[in-house]
């Protein structure tokens, strides 16, 4: 999401200073793009601190991170807990949370000292994006929050009132719920998100038809699931789970596809997934990870999933979506409530609901803008902020010129 806005400022002129966190780091030096990360905030008298970081960094490594780097967020982040809670204090927290426990706003203030920027950009992650958001406005410096998707979590601290100058959002309905929780209309700004612009590349939709055009099911109508793993539990709430789900809903998908010799069933197993366990053969072919997604997207005639954000790509498409409101998060992405999808709460009704697609007798109550612009709508918010005036009435972005 964020790498287009990065290209959109660097090309306007800007001068862009990326804190690049954890494994972006090595993401962004493959992409060309400086950066620099915690290691570049230890000043004189952190030596405590980073001692620390070499300890808790037993069992918190990542190949792609440098160790010098580990050493400094990890230590800088701790230190900040031990001011607040005392060493004891500090120890159990990072016992029960780890990482999760961390808020480096004191180091974050460090940056905007050093770095002395006139807009600070973050998305709406936790922890150390959190903490530049509020650093931010404890220097009266405005601030911009890239929201990806819909912020179930983050609504707790992105809604409340004073947090970032300005939201740049997914849709109406995300910002229908920022408005809700106490933040001006002015404040959230439609924009959409960065990263689904490529959608839009027509060698994409071209990809997608010689694909279709290698496949002897090619003149069939082709239904894409969208598989993904379910938890045994939730990972805040710990409302049990069935990880068995996906398996029985390619079953369901099997025997609904199965009753109608002119339907094909793709399956798209989740990277984390492991494919052996959908059998392909008859009316349903497997979809590898060696097969790029957005081409497939494009090829298919209608697409299946829970909460997977490729549902959400696929409405940008104006594919038709039936969603099922099946998994422990499901709260999380609701493509229904959003009028975006057809529910399916049974699956043994997925053949009704296929078959209300396929005869066009059910349309989505929402429409979503085309996929495309939204660098460019969040780049103009980001000038606005800079010049001081930020979105226009109502917290829509300005027109753009062509």
């Known amino acids: 999401m964020c790498m287009p806005v990065i290209r959109a400022l ?17 993401y962004l030096a493959r992409h060309g793009i400086e950066s620099v990360g915690f290691r570049h905030l230890v000043s004189p008298g952190d030596e405590q601190a980073l001692a620390w970081g070499e ?27 031990v001011a607040e809670h005392g060493l004891e204090g500090a120890r159990l927290r990072f016992a029960e949370r780890g990482r999760a426990c961390f808020e480096p706003v004191g180091i974050l203030r460090r940056a ?53 100058t ?8 995300v910002r229908a719920r920022f408005i809700a929780s106490g933040r001006r209309p ?11 612009d490529g959608l839009a590349d027509p060698a994409l939709a071209e990809a997608g038809r010689h694909w279709l055009a290698l496949q ?9 699931w969208l598989s993904q793993p379910e938890p045994a539990a939730h990972r805040v709430s710990g409302q049990p789970g069935d990880p068995a789900l996906p398996r029985r809903i390619f079953e369901s998908l099997r025997a609904a596809v199965g009753a109608h ?20 053969g008859g009316n349903v072919s497997i979809s590898s990870q060696d097969q790029p997604l957005h081409p497939v997207l494009h090829a ?66 929402v429409r979503l803008s085309p996929a495309g612009g939204a660098t460019a709508a969040v780049h103009e918010v980001l000038e606005g902020l800079m010049q001081g005036n930020g979105a226009g009435a109502g917290g829509q972005a300005p027109t753009r010129k062509a």
Not at 216 to 224: I, S, T, Y
Request: charged share 20%; proline share 7%; hydrophobic share 40%.
């Open 300 to 365: 298919v005639d209608a697409v299946v999933c829970m909460t997977s954000t490729a549902g959400y790509e696929a409405a940008l498409l104006g594919k038709p979506l039936v969603y099922l409101p099946l998994s422990v998060y499901r709260s999380e992405a609701d493509y229904s409530q959003m009028g975006l999808a057809l529910a399916c709460e049974r699956l043994e009704d997925l053949e009704k609901a296929l078959n209300s697609i396929a005869l066009g007798r059910w349309q989505p109550a």
């Open 112 to 164: 905007i000292r050093r770095w002395t920027p006139q807009l600070v950009v973050a998305t709406s992650s936790p922890r150390a994006e959190r903490a530049a958001i509020i650093a931010a406005g404890e220097h009266g410096i405005p601030s911009a929050c890239l929201v990806d998707l819909f912020a179930h979590e983050e609504i707790k601290y992105v809604g409340q009132p004073g947090y970032a």
């Open 261 to 280: 010799p002119g339907w094909h069933l793709i399956v798209r197993p989740h990277p984390s997934e492991d494919p052996g366990l959908f059998a392909s």
């Open 55 to 81: 300890e808790l960094a037993e069992g918190n490594t990542h190949p792609q991170v440098p160790m010098e780097e580990t050493r400094a967020y990890l230590g800088l982040s701790f230190a900040e807990l």
């Open 216 to 224: 002897p099911w090619r003149h069939q109508w082709k239904v894409l």
């Open 186 to 196: 002015d404040e959230v700004v439609v924009t959409g998100n960065p990263a689904f």
């Open 166 to 173: 300005r939201l740049c959002v997914l849709d109406e309905s």
């Open 10 to 26: 660097l090309g306007a002129g800007k001068d862009v200073r990326v804190l690049a966190l954890t494994t972006s780091g090595e």
